[in-house]
């Protein structure tokens, strides 16, 4: 995908903003820096502006190896008709930023994802801190250069971008802290080698229903790599399941599984096939 | 349980607080308004009052019927030795609270479970507002009475502790609404009828391990009414699955199958038995 995307000059990438977040970076990561970027307030207006082409393709995290998935990513493809073209996979280091000595900070601003990624720190380190919650990582870091006792948890690039310090960097409880981000387009990618393929499926109301369709990837051999149920929003208690396994959906066995599957689930719909690294 | 736990005069019940927010209401809904409510800044504090005994039973969110699962409780499982011992559902009614009209709102305070139901009424009624995160709707519903051009979105208990007013209630996106709340206890409840047994588990490497734990619970004829995975935070991509389904641990054929599942993964672990409603 990168050779042909490189070509296209004039392509605009939307992205969760607002500038230097991570998913920015990982969006510089994957299509280079002479492209134009869109900052997006809200993970909708990333899927809005791809759907309205006002944005050619659009960056959003999906998962994070420590926290988990981003349901709020997960749940804007139960609406849209966006696909998933590609996956960009990025480590995650978080850093403690600011302008004052660690023994001087008061309040702390950071993400809730980011949060989570460092409670451990955070409870070692800063116990007495208030911590406030911001809507992006760089928001924190603004935050931090504003405001007097005060230090934010936020990538080193933001640090550069509101001219802080680094006051103490790799704060992640797990020192293997990757974060997953997806690629949105219009269509869908063509077969590769290595393809994986997402979709969505609701199930019928039956004892051993999630059974039934999961022999359907065994019967084929295609492995799950991953499993998410989230509320359907439509009735208390009712699933959608997510799910990611091996293959491209075009491309037998994993066509075959998806036929199949469509004859015992309410809905199926194919999220996009795309390049994982082996 | 609720017979016998009112009879023990002196138990103390640690909740996720602060005071007035929902979790307060369901121990509250439980437990009745006699006993001693001990209020707690996060959900692994809660944990912690019941393990070290300075509590006698812990209240969290465990899951909300539009946002899902609340991760930080499902997670705090893992390392814990805490069992479930029931399970409160609440309705959830989210209200627009301050001491202005709406439409001198320029600030709204809201935490982000609550953010994230209300989420399309925001868009619709205040799509200019600066949106700031709060820990608790609680402390929102603080914030709305401590500055001006300022509202909360909280529950009518809290707009009454800090007396503001309910500018407009049922902000919620979806009228069914509705929190299921984990009581924690460290021992586990005798069986019930209509009992429902939480269980987590992880998987050994191979196709279709997944399929093959779930075949089991098929076999039994125990329908799994919900099933989640978390990252282990071990080791990035490895999964641990929680799933609740019919019947207590201790009987026939539940716990036949749990002997079963405990032969074809790599750990199981028996997070409690408690009745639900039919």
Chains 1, 2 share one sequence.
Not at 2 to 21: D, F, H, R, V
Not at 101 to 106: D, L
Request: hydrophobic share 40%; proline share 5%.
């Amino acid at each position: 995908m990168s050779t042909s995307l490189a070509l296209e000059k004039t392509m605009t990438i939307a992205y969760l903003g607002p500038e230097a977040t991570f998913t920015h970076q990982a969006a510089m990561k994957r299509f280079g820096a002479s492209l134009k970027y869109s900052a997006q307030k809200t993970i909708a207006d990333v899927f809005n502006e791809v759907a309205h082409h006002r944005a050619d393709y659009g960056v959003v995290p999906i998962e994070n190896s420590t926290e988990g998935v981003v349901t709020h990513t997960l749940d804007m493809f139960i609406d849209s008709d966006l696909k998933i073209v590609a996956q960009i996979v990025m480590p995650i280091e978080h850093c403690l930023v600011g302008r004052i000595p660690k023994s001087e900070i008061e309040v702390l601003h950071t993400h809730p994802q980011a949060l989570a990624q460092c409670r451990g720190w955070i409870m070692r380190n800063l116990p007495h801190a208030e911590v406030i919650e911001a809507s992006s990582t760089t928001r924190a870091a603004q935050k931090a250069a504003d405001s007097p006792h005060t230090a934010a948890i936020a990538s080193a690039l933001a640090a550069e971008t509101y001219g802080l310090e680094i006051i103490e960097a790799s704060l992640q409880d797990n020192p293997d802290n990757v974060t997953r981000f997806f690629v949105l387009g219009r269509k869908c990618s063509p077969p590769t080698p290595n393809a994986r393929t997402s979709l969505m499926f609701s199930l019928r109301h039956e004892v051993g229903a999630l059974h039934t369709a999961l022999k359907i990837f065994q019967k084929h051999e295609l492995n799950l790599t991953k499993i998410e149920s989230r509320p359907s929003k439509r009735k208390a208690w009712e699933y959608i399941f997510f799910v990611d396994f091996v293959g491209h959906f075009e491309t037998s066995p994993t066509s075959d599984a998806i036929d199949e599957l469509q004859g015992c689930c309410n809905f199926v719909k194919i999220l996009g096939s795309y390049p994982v690294e082996a």
